[in-house]
């Protein structure tokens, strides 16, 4: 089977990376970074330009621009000098080998940036993951045509994921899904063909699809 993992709030606790990061980012450019964490958090799983449209309140693109290229830098400093504790939910390596050990193709799809994905990818999940992509590769379109052009017409195809997105791009597409409520929008997956509260809980489910 081919199996689509989101990154933010499915494998990674981004509230240990996006958080500091994007409040560096809004101090850097003269923004209130003392803004309450949920007004954060509920764009993450968005694309990063969204993200501070909305934080920015604006559609200034050299102002968007710049706030990614500094988000790409803070990021990339945090998950660089972060240990694994710190960076993924505990049990998200054993879940990945245990799916790889099965002979599953294992994506990762998500709305980040190459360079973020790439941090990522450096810190183990090279080692699992056979096809990872991510919204910059794709001029950020939205995260349903990304998985339409991932699949190439091919239906044996999960996606795994804590937003809304996750759960609309499988839909879209004709796929299963698998919706994290442990991750940033738990009541954004309650459509999804199955829940999960831990991401060990992934594994039966998986199995039983066989």
Known sequence: MNIVFDLDGTLIKTENIALPAIRNVLKSLGYNHNIPDDEIFKYIGYTIDEIFEGLLKTTDKNI???????????????????????????????????????KHILYILSNCNIKYLNALLDKGLNKYIDSPHCAEMYN?????????????????????????KDIEAAKKNGFLSIGCAYGFGEDEVKDADYIVHDIKEILPIIDNLK
């Not at 710049?66 to 000098?81: F, P, R, V």
């Not at 950020?140 to 996606?159: A, H, P, R, T, Y």
């Open 64 to 102: 968007i621009n710049k706030a990614i290229e500094l988000l790409d830098e803070y990021e990339t400093e945090i998950i660089k000098t972060s240990n694994y504790n710190n960076l993924f939910f505990d049990g998200a390596f054993e879940v990945l080998e245990n799916l790889k050990e099965k």
């Open 140 to 164: 950020w379109q939205e995260k349903d045509v990304v998985l339409k052009k991932i699949s190439n017409g091919k239906k044996d195809f999960i996606m795994i994921g804590d937003r809304h």
